[in-house]
């Protein structure tokens, strides 16, 4: 009876998405919660939306086992992960903050590791992430001030350096201004022994200025040089990909013309560039996210500036593994264009990316009011491909199942054997907004038989019987959640299908060959638990009881 109550269950979560399609609601069951709040898990500023996922998570931690618990604290690990996650910083710190409304020891221990606080171990994140966290969490956050104390302590009379002092909150700052003060006076507390006056204060904070600007002076970092005008000294093997990607201009000079300085520093870059083009050299583009990327690439019209993304977007490339019988389809419809073009520049880099490491070659397919097939010369650039995808027609519409039939009608057409079918892939980078499927039968829709996912399968069931008396199996589906909503295409245990969520290429990696050969069941949840399988993760079982 537990079984039919379920089921009924599920089958009360139908509910209309934006575009009147078909599409399952937030669950109360456990398992199907965790898969959806990873599946939402997207950068958004929307504060209603922030509050809702936030709530989400706090109800599956009080609520669950320890083993659930786990899962949570990875979870969140994942999605700050700079370098195996999604790369999300407000998001996770919100995220954060809820645990540590729930349980500040556990909170506290998650910080320090998104930090690196006095730890061998590559973290989550970086320094900068304790300054925005404090901010959060304003109120009841001045006891973290140890954190960066303790930290620079160690680090004051060694050789360590962790860009704490990189990132520590500078004086004169209107957001993080308040935090200095709070550092100097813990770390020179002896000038305040008795009562903490102006004179203390000032003094406290001229000490800690001054040890902040040797320590930073002594990484001799690309922005050291800026401000003491030294441009034409600047290494361009030691430029971050950020800070190349962002300040590459500046570097190119285009506005300080009459300046030695910087005409050295253009000259320099030139030469750099030489070397990067004949292999000497290596350009750095590992943490310029997808969305820059595309962004550049779109209005990117000089030939110097376009060297630069090139061979940026040619390092970033090494991040993922090649990939198997992978179709990309990119949703170029009006939603995805909500929030600053995030959803549609990330859906064009996530697909391209995924076309030039799938086996079946440079392709994607675009989809809007009607899908378009687009073959990518192999000897063109990133630049070029994305220009190319620009050049597509646009549309309002997001009529997702015209192009699975345009899929399905080339299988049939083709009368290729179900076992080809099955071992296709198709990575769906899309909001999920789609529209509703034409010919449905409204008197069913209360029932779920009007979903994504049971409309593909009776079209590859009849369209297998056609071809060769045997039902087709639907092809794999990853579905890549680019925005923040209500609904959820699939459910966790659904065979065949994978819910995806994020702006980063990291992910893919979990649909490499190898990856792939190691999973028994291509479901949701396992393909879940997969990614948060990781032993940087793992070692957070040690934080619960």
Not at 104 to 131: A, H, I, N, Q
Not at 424 to 453: C, H, P, W, Y
Not at 460 to 480: L, Q
Request: hydrophobic residues 35%; charged residues 35%; contains cysteine.
């Amino acid at each position: 009876m537990a079984a039919l109550v379920s089921a009924l269950d599920i089958k009360n979560s139908i509910q209309y998405g934006e575009n009147n399609h078909i599409e399952y609601s937030w669950s109360e069951e456990q398992q199907e919660q965790i898969c959806q709040l990873y599946f939402q898990l997207v950068r958004t500023n929307d504060v209603k939306q922030i509050k809702k996922l936030k709530s989400v998570y706090r109800k599956i931690y009080e609520e669950g086992d320890r083993e659930k618990k786990v899962l949570l604290l990875k979870m969140l690990a994942n999605t700050r992960d700079i370098d195996e996650g999604k790369g999300e910083y407000t998001l996770s710190l919100e995220l954060l903050d809820e645990l540590m409304n729930i349980d500040e020891k556990v909170g506290k221990e998650m910080l320090k590791r998104f930090v690196g606080f006095k730890s061998e171990d590559k973290p989550f994140g970086s320094w900068k992430d304790l300054k925005y966290f404090m901010n959060i969490r304003k109120d009841r956050s001045v006891k973290l001030v140890d954190l960066y104390v303790d930290q620079m302590r160690l680090e004051e009379s060694s050789d360590k350096n962790s860009l704490v002092w990189k990132w520590s909150p500078r004086e004169k700052s209107r957001k993080f201004g308040w935090i200095f003060e709070e550092i100097a006076k813990c770390y020179f507390a002896e000038f305040g022994k008795y009562d903490w006056n102006s004179k203390g204060i000032n003094k406290a904070k001229t000490q800690l200025r001054k040890k902040i600007s040797a320590k930073n002076r002594s990484l001799d970092t690309t922005q050291i040089k800026q401000c003491e005008k030294h441009w034409g000294d600047i290494d361009f093997n030691r430029v971050t990909s950020v800070t190349m990607n962002r300040q590459r201009g500046a570097f190119m000079n285009k506005k300080n013309v009459d300046s030695e300085d910087r005409i050295q520093c253009k000259n320099n870059l030139e030469k750099y560039m030489e070397d990067v083009k004949s292999g000497k050299k290596k350009m750095k583009g590992k943490n310029v996210g997808m969305i820059d990327f595309v962004k550049q690439a779109l209005n990117c019209d000089d030939e110097k500036d376009k060297d630069i993304l090139n061979e940026q977007w040619k390092s970033n490339s090494k991040e993922t593994s090649k990939l198997g019988e992978i179709v990309p389809l990119v949703d170029t419809s009006g939603s995805m264009e909500i929030d600053e073009m995030k959803p549609l520049l990330s859906a064009i880099g996530l697909g391209l990316r995924v076309a030039e490491k799938s086996k079946l070659g440079k392709r994607v397919m675009t989809f809007n009011a009607k899908p378009e097939w687009i073959k990518l010369d192999d000897k063109e650039d990133f630049v070029a491909d994305v220009q190319k995808i620009k050049k597509i027609p646009w549309g309002m519409n997001t009529n997702f199942h015209k192009a699975m039939d345009l899929i399905l009608d080339t299988i049939v057409e083709l009368k290729l054997p179900s076992e080809e079918v099955e071992n296709l892939i198709l990575a769906v980078f899309s909001d999920m907004q789609f529209d509703a499927a034409e010919n449905r039968m409204a008197s069913e829709e209360k029932f779920g038989s009007n979903t994504v996912r049971e409309i593909l399968e009776k079209k590859y069931h009849d369209a297998g019987i056609k071809i060769c008396n045997k039902p087709y199996k639907v092809p794999k589906i990853i579905f890549w959640n680019l925005r923040v909503t209500e609904g959820f295409p699939v459910l966790s245990y659904h065979d065949g299908y994978a819910m995806m969520a994020g702006y980063s290429a990291t992910a893919l990696n979990e649909f490499s060959e190898d990856g792939l050969n190691g999973l028994q069941n291509f479901t949701p949840w396992n393909v879940l638990i997969k990614t948060l399988d990781k032993e940087r993760y793992n070692k957070l079982s040690e934080l619960i009881e």
